[in-house]
């Protein structure tokens, strides 16, 4: 059973920066998207980026420009550099590999901007 382990996160003061990280515990065949979602407490959880295999990526209004996602498939890892956060940005980050067949979603790691 192939899991997704996020890393990177924690606290950090308003316009400071962290780096998510998601790896896959074995191989993931038929990617076709890689993502970073995310669920504030009392919301639904909502995409912050995504990078398809062929390249397009795509970011929520309330990021862009701030947070950057990269992939490394040869790794099945994914990435999330996270610039200028503001407290708004508080929440539980999670990564989804979507491939042909399925979804994968890992754990969840705690992203706190605070003061």
């Known amino acids: 059973q192939v899991q997704l382990v996020e890393s990177g996160g924690g606290l950090v003061q308003p316009g400071g920066s962290l780096r998510l990280s998601c790896a896959s515990s074995?191989?993931?065949?038929?990617?076709?998207?890689m993502g970073w979602y995310r669920q504030a407490p009392g919301k639904q959880r909502e995409l912050v980026a995504t990078?398809?295999?062929?390249?397009?990526?795509a970011y929520a209004d309330s990021v862009k420009g701030r947070f950057s996602i990269s992939t490394d498939n040869a790794k099945n890892t994914v990435y999330l550099q996270m610039n200028s956060l503001k407290p708004e940005d508080t929440a539980i980050y999670y990564c989804e590999v979507n491939t042909i067949q399925k979804g994968y979603w890992g754990q969840g790691t705690q992203v706190t901007v605070s003061s």
């Open positions: 990078n398809t295999i062929s390249g397009s990526t």
């Open positions: 074995g191989s993931i065949f038929n990617i076709v998207a």
